[in-house]
Antibody
């Protein structure tokens, strides 16, 4: 059974940092692109970043470029999102997702990031 | 960025109804169009990918059509468990973008 479990969310002040993790199991992690998608509570979905199977290709949405870094450790079956210089507008539930056929076929349960003073 | 416009933003329906949701892209996206269902407090669930391919385990009452810039999600014989919010998404190129969502209510 495919499982994705996010962790690392919490309350942080503007300008602060957080590192999100996503532990994957039930599939060969190194065979799949992975994505981070976020959702402001009560609002719509926003894709954040994705990373190729071997980490050789990475894409970000403009609003997080230079502040967020997506990475993966295939030996640990884990996906990460390092978030620096956090802003109030980064407040959201962050989901990791497994990608296949250009779609997010499996999602984790999400971890809440709140940026507030 | 490619903008995805969904309509309607909400609709009221009854069990057994046929429901149609439309998604329009600001430029052609070939068949790189996905549909997701999300229930309150839960992660989204992939229903349809590549415009019309049904994800494994998704009931056949869900279907997707369209081409170029206009796409449609149709649900026939609406069931109680189908009351949810539906999102389209283009994956033609980064940044990947979602529509604003359609809430299907009783």
């Amino acid at each position: 059974e495919v499982q994705l479990v996010e962790s690392g969310g919490g309350l942080v002040q503007p300008g602060g940092s957080l590192r999100l993790s996503c532990a994957a199991s039930g599939f060969t992690f190194s065979n799949f692109w992975m994505s981070w998608v976020r959702q402001d509570p009560g609002k719509g979905l926003e894709w954040v970043a994705n990373i190729k199977e071997d980490g050789s290709e990475i894409n970000y949405r403009d609003s997080v470029k230079g502040r967020f870094t997506i990475s993966r450790d295939n030996a640990k079956n884990s996906l990460y999102l390092q978030m620096n210089s956090l802003r109030v507008e980064d407040t959201a539930v962050y989901y990791c997702a497994r990608d296949r056929d250009h779609a997010h076929g499996y999602w984790g349960q999400g971890t809440l990031v709140t940026v507030s003073s | 960025d490619i903008q995805m416009t969904q309509s309607p933003s909400s609709l009221s329906a009854s069990v057994g109804d046929r429901v149609t949701i439309t998604c329009r892209a600001s430029q052609t996206i070939s068949s790189y169009l996905n549909w997701y269902q999300q229930k309150p407090g839960k992660a989204p669930n992939l229903l349809i990918y590549a415009k019309s391919r049904l994800q494994i385990g998704v009931p056949s009452r869900f279907s997707g059509t369209g081409s170029g810039t206009e796409f449609t999600l149709t649900i026939i014989n609406l069931q109680p468990e189908d009351f949810a919010t539906y999102y389209c998404q283009q994956t033609y190129g980064p940044p990947l973008t979602f529509g604003g969502g359609t809430k299907v209510e009783i």
